[in-house]
């Protein structure tokens, strides 16, 4: 069902679930993970620096995906994030986004980030949420 798995990665610590939660899901759907890092730079060598870390982060991640036999692949664009995650997912022809939510409640509502929001209300594919440690 899900062959073309997109997770965009923020870089912190909600990552490590949502890159478990999307590595299970291609494993069991006989998917491919591709993880995403939209940086956003002001100054072209700000741009490479940050190309080159998020390369190496998304590496990382990579390697221990790999460790659990789940095929992935490193994509980073550069720009805002919530166009830069859509468009990718189009690019890619993803059937399915993972991302991370923060999942805050204040009276009993849920409110995710405002990328995560964008991506969810303009996104073709379907968006997975996940809340950290879940």
Do not use: N, W
Request: glycine share 10%.
């Amino acid at each position: 069902m899900y062959k073309r798995i997109l997770v965009p990665l923020k870089g912190d610590e909600t990552d490590e679930s949502v890159v478990a939660h999307a590595g299970e899901l291609a494993r069991v759907c006989g998917g491919r993970v591709t993880l995403l890092r939209v940086i956003h730079a002001h100054s072209r060598d700000e741009a490479t620096l940050l190309q080159e870390r998020a390369r190496a982060y998304l590496g990382e991640k990579i390697d221990r995906l790999a460790e659990d036999g789940v095929s992935a692949e490193p994509m980073v664009a550069t720009g805002e994030p919530a166009p830069g995650i859509t468009a990718a997912a189009v690019q890619l022809g993803a059937d399915l986004i993972v991302m991370a939510t923060h999942g805050h409640t204040e009276m009993r509502h849920v409110f995710v980030g405002s990328v995560t929001e964008d991506v969810v209300r303009s996104a073709t594919a379907p968006v997975l949420l996940v809340r950290p440690g879940g």
